[in-house]
Structures are given as C-alpha cells and as structure tokens.
Nanobody
Framework: QVQLVESGGGLVQAGGSLRLSCATS????????MGWFRQAPGKEREFVAT????????WYTDSVKGRFTISRDNGKNTMYLQMNSLKPEDTGIYYC?????????????????WGQGTQVTVSS
C-alpha cells in the first residue's frame, strides 16, 4: 500500500519561509513523477509544482516561480518544497501527490496517490 505523509506546515508571517516534506513508502519512489498542490478554503485544489523521477525536470505555477523550489531525494524516498517570501495568498492545505509514471504533471487528475495534507498559514 502506497503512503504519502506531508510535514513541515505551520503558521508563519508574510515574508517568512517554510520547508515541506513528503515521505513516501510502499512503492518505488525513484520511478514516480511527483507534485505539490494546495487548496484554500472555498477554492478548488490547485497545482503548485511538479518534478519528474530524476529531479531534472521541474515546473511551477506562475504565482510561486522564484519563491518556491521543489526537490527530491530518491535515496530517502522524500520530496520537498522550499517556500520563501511567503504571502498570505499562499495560505492553504498543501498536498503531495505521486504518479505511477515517471514524468511530472500539472494536472491533479494525472496523479494516483495523495497525502492527507499539511496546513500552511501565512499571516499579514
């Protein structure tokens, strides 16, 4: 059974930083494309960042480019999201997701496994 467990969320002031982690088990992590999504209250879940199996390919939604960095450590079966210069509009529940295939994707419908999410709150 595949499990994804997010951690690292919390409350931070605008301009601050957080580092999210996504620990995986039950599947060959190194062969999976991965992604981060977020959901604000009353809104749909939206794409944040994605990374392919090797870490060589990454892609971000425009609103986080230059502030967030997605990465992975295949030896530790863990994916990360470094978030800098946080803004109140970054507030939401952050979910990590994994694909059965090796490429990344911006579409939530192309992910096969999801974590339970971690809350990120940015105060102004």
């Amino acid at each position: 059974q595949v499990q994804l467990v997010e951690s690292g969320g919390g409350l931070v002031q605008a301009g601050g930083s957080l580092r999210l982690s996504c620990a995986t088990s039950g599947r060959t992590f190194s062969g999976s494309g991965m992604g981060w999504f977020r959901q604000a209250p009353g809104k749909e879940r939206e794409f944040v960042a994605t990374i392919d199996w090797s870490g060589a390919y990454t892609w971000y939604t425009d609103s986080v480019k230059g502030r967030f960095t997605i990465s992975r450590d295949n030896g530790k079966n863990t994916m990360y999201l470094q978030m800098n210069s946080l803004k109140p509009e970054d507030t939401g529940i952050y979910y990590c997701a994994a694909r059965k295939s090796s490429g990344g994707s911006v579409s939530r419908y192309q992910y096969d496994y999801w974590g339970q999410g971690t809350q990120v709150t940015v105060s102004s």
